[in-house]
């Protein structure tokens, strides 16, 4: 497993070498609206002047940027079709893992496994992905409610003692009434760091047959129910749209560049994509 995601990193990684993870450098290429977080330093007055808004220069990517990747492996991400989404997680965030370590930059992990959330601390060499990735596919039991991604940004911003690249990784499904906690959460992470939420999606998760019934299993309880399709599965389809949409409205309120990753396509031309500065910009604007 560790050679074939150091192939992968490799593969991904191939041309001039620069990063692609972000960070705060020398060279300027590029001007963009003001975020949390972002230093007074940075800010581009003329450009500022002229637009009215804020905006702050965008550098060239520095080694050793310490990356934080916060795995929530909720009931959620275990669920939809035969566990798919927790795959695909795991795979991205080792993925991502391998690339920055390749890159020189310092990786930690967090994620939540049972009730508790485990953390490897930032760090680099030879033995850092191994040990990551032993503790990916150690924690195999999965969160014990939907509330895990508010335990991992808590977690975040305790574990990040200076200005860290941290990456949000869970499809964020999450219970009612969790919306406002998440939004609280992240105003002292934004204010100190730069978070990138890692959506992983299922184009098919909700769409269930027009008529007939369904064997339907909770992840988190493992009760089974019988249930029937046709309008049923409409207004569950109509949920999942707008659960998506307003995590989605959250990320874009709070100034963070939403990455999302889907089960259905090959992920290796994906995170090129996604790592690529051109692919993130066509993306974003789209």
């Known amino acids: 497993l560790h050679l074939h995601v150091q192939a992968a990193a490799d593969s991904l990684l191939s041309g001039d070498g620069m990063s692609r993870l972000g960070g705060g450098g020398v060279e300027v290429v590029g001007v963009r609206e003001y975020q949390p977080g972002d230093e007074a330093r940075g800010i581009?007055?003329?450009?500022?002047?002229?637009r009215g808004r804020l905006h702050v220069k965008e550098f060239a990517e520095e080694r050793d940027q310490p990356i934080l990747l916060a795995l929530d492996r909720s009931p959620t991400l275990r669920g939809g079709r035969n566990g798919i989404k927790e795959v695909r997680a795991l795979e991205t965030t080792a993925l991502l893992a391998a690339v920055?370590?390749?890159d020189g930059h310092r990786v930690g992990l967090l994620q939540r496994v049972g009730r508790q959330v485990q953390a490897l601390p930032t760090g680099r060499g030879r033995q850092q992905l191994p040990l990551l990735l032993e503790r990916l596919l150690s924690g195999r039991e999965g969160?014990?409610?939907t509330g895990g991604i508010l335990d991992l940004m808590a977690a975040a911003c305790r574990m990040c003692r200076e200005r860290t690249r941290v990456f949000l990784v869970g499809d964020f499904h999450l219970a009612p009434g969790d919306l406002p906690g998440m939004r609280s959460r992240l105003h002292p992470l934004l204010a100190r760091h730069i978070v990138t939420p890692v959506r992983i999606l299922d184009r098919l998760e909700g769409d269930f047959p027009p008529v007939g019934s369904l064997l339907l299993q909770d992840p988190a309880t493992g009760t089974v129910t019988r249930v029937r399709t046709g309008a049923r599965g409409r207004e569950w389809r109509q949920a999942l749209g707008e659960a998506l949409a307003e995590t989605g409205a959250l990320f874009r309120e709070a100034g963070m560049e939403e990455w999302r990753v889907e089960v259905q396509?090959?992920?290796l031309p994906q995170l090129q994509f996604l790592l690529s500065g051109v692919g993130r910009k066509r993306?974003?604007?789209?």
């Open 283 to 286: 993306r974003g604007r789209a």
């Open 44 to 50: 581009d007055w003329r450009v500022t002047a002229r």
């Open 100 to 102: 920055a370590l390749r």
């Open 265 to 267: 396509d090959p992920l």
């Open 143 to 145: 969160s014990a409610g």
